[in-house]
């Protein structure tokens, strides 16, 4: 257990819908990152957040979304889904700002399948 | 601009043989270098990293790596491969200070009995 906890595991739903992931982060961590893992595309990075502010952005659609809360926890929000989407979505956490010293824990992911 | 290429999608080794994972980046400043692991339904686990000091890095499970800046690499190195070492292993790089990792597309290990 790496102490990154992702919700749910798995889901499936179809095209057009929208859906929430969501992240709790290693205690103490303050920073939170979302990562896509597709066989097309590989591990791309999303964005990030940290204590409760957007701090960098990746390869995200305008269809996602996230936010961190006042508990740290995070949640991507995935919407007007289509079938290139389905992968599995990772939430890392680390305790600082950048990857200097600690580098990453990932969570086990979320897998999203679009029907 | 930072990048990983990983040379070889699949690498077989025999189980005690050594094993030999490639990995050359592209960097505009001086970079930071991962080598995660990800077994199956499973996330990644950080092996080891490259930070500054010491080119050559130990991590966990008896891999390491060496940091050559003179030829962009990063290999990860393991002297004996092991049954339980089968699974994808993905090299990074992030810029120093930068917030998000660039991935390597993957190189899956298997080890043959």
């Known amino acids: 257990d790496s102490g990154v906890t992702q919700t749910p595991k798995h889901l499936i739903t179809a095209t057009g819908q929208r859906v929430t992931l969501r992240c709790s982060p290693r205690s103490g961590d303050l920073s ?59 939430c890392a956490s680390a305790k600082y700002l950048g990857t200097d010293n600690y580098g990453y824990t990932f969570g086990s992911g979320t897998r999203l399948t679009v029907v | ?23 050359n980046y592209s960097s505009s400043v001086p970079p930071y270098l991962f080598w995660y692991v990800q077994y199956p339904n499973q996330g990644l686990q950080l092996l080891l990293k490259y930070t500054t000091g010491a080119t050559l890095v130990k991590g966990i499970n008896g891999f390491e790596a060496e940091f050559k800046k003179s030829e962009t690499s ?30 390597g597309t993957g190189t899956r290990l298997t080890v043959i009995p």
């Open chain 1, 32 to 90: 939170v990152y979302w990562y896509q893992q597709s066989l097309d595309q590989g591990l791309q990075f999303l964005i990030q957040y940290y204590n409760g502010e957007e701090r960098a952005k990746g390869n995200i659609l305008e269809r996602f979304s996230a936010q961190q809360f006042p508990d740290l926890h995070s949640e991507l929000n995935l919407s007007s889904l289509e079938l290139g989407d389905s992968a599995l979505y990772f």
């Open chain 2, 1 to 23: 601009a930072q990048s990983v290429t990983q040379l070889g999608s699949h690498v077989s080794v025999s189980e005690g043989a050594l094993v030999l994972l490639r990995c």
């Open chain 2, 74 to 103: 990063f290999h990860l190195t393991k002297p004996s491969a092991h049954m339980s070492d089968a699974a994808e292993y993905f090299c990074a790089v992030s810029a120093t200070g930068a917030n998000n990792l660039f991935f």
